[in-house]
């Protein structure tokens, strides 16, 4: 599948960003600024050239930031669709939860809650509740 540039850039730079070394060159950077302070006499200019560099970084660094969220959640979404699509006895009604307004999505958590609590007691009273794992390795009598 071709990717674009801006992807391929921005996924490149997400993974920069989040190195060590890029957290110590960013240190180093705010470091030599700040030792170059007495050379300026702490000028306004001085100060205008950290403030504008960490602007202008944090800005693009939030867009940066959202594109890779966003396609990180929509591959997940997928492939989550996708075990839900081809797992036997799955509800197929859930492949579109997130297009559901709140109301409906809360609906579907009271459901979810509800079976939840049916399975605990069912596992306290020391059933097995079908089609959900053992809850530690022992064995269920």
Avoid: C
């Amino acid at each position: 599948m071709k990717t674009s540039r801006y992807i391929e850039f921005s996924r490149y730079l997400a993974t920069l960003s989040g190195r060590a070394i890029t957290f110590m060159m960013a240190l180093l950077l705010i470091v030599g600024w700040a030792l170059t302070g007495p050379l300026f006499d702490y000028s306004d200019t001085w100060q205008l050239v950290i403030n504008t560099t960490t602007s202008v970084v944090t800005f693009l660094m939030v867009f940066l930031i959202q594109n890779t969220q966003n396609r990180d959640t929509e591959a997940i979404q997928i492939k989550l669709d996708e075990l839900i699509r081809a797992t036997h006895g799955a509800h197929n009604e859930l492949l579109n939860l997130e297009s559901l307004d709140e109301r409906q999505l809360e609906e579907f958590r009271k459901k979810y809650e509800r079976l939840a609590a049916k399975a605990k007691k069912l596992l306290k009273s020391g059933a097995v509740d079908t089609d959900s794992p053992e809850l530690d390795n022992r064995r269920r009598k």
